[in-house]
């Protein structure tokens, strides 16, 4: 098998090799855990503020009421949502296919290194 490890042990030579977030080399795969240039740049010219929205302790005051549900009522209250089932089903699909490019570009890359 190979390695998968962080972009950051690559040296420059190796990271012509990249493809997006995936490199490779002979012996390992390797995925970038640092945001595209592109992205950096954006961030970087941005000056506004950013307000916190997710807060742990806020959420533990929230009053949202717990229910309980067997499979058949969770799986009656998914198919009633007609966008809930939709969308799910859609993302599954689409990371599927994502999946299966992924691993091809993954054995094509490793072939030719």
């Given at each position: 098998g190979n390695i998968v490890k962080s972009m950051r042990a690559l040296d420059e030579k190796q990271k012509k090799n990249c493809v997006g977030l995936l490199c490779?080399?002979?012996s390992a795969i390797y995925f970038s855990d640092l945001p595209s240039p592109a992205l950096?740049?954006?961030?970087?010219?941005?000056?506004d503020a950013v307000e916190r929205k997710l807060v742990p302790d806020a959420a533990d005051k929230?009053?949202?009421p717990k229910i309980s549900l067997s499979e058949k009522e969770?799986?009656?209250m998914?198919?009633?949502?007609a966008m809930a089932t939709e969308k799910l089903a859609e993302g599954i699909r689409?990371?599927?296919a994502d999946t299966v490019k992924l691993e091809d570009t993954i054995r094509a890359k490793l072939a030719s290194a």
């Open positions: 490779w080399n002979n950096l740049e954006k961030l970087q010219g941005m000056n929230v009053d949202i969770f799986r009656w998914l198919n009633e949502d689409k990371f599927a």
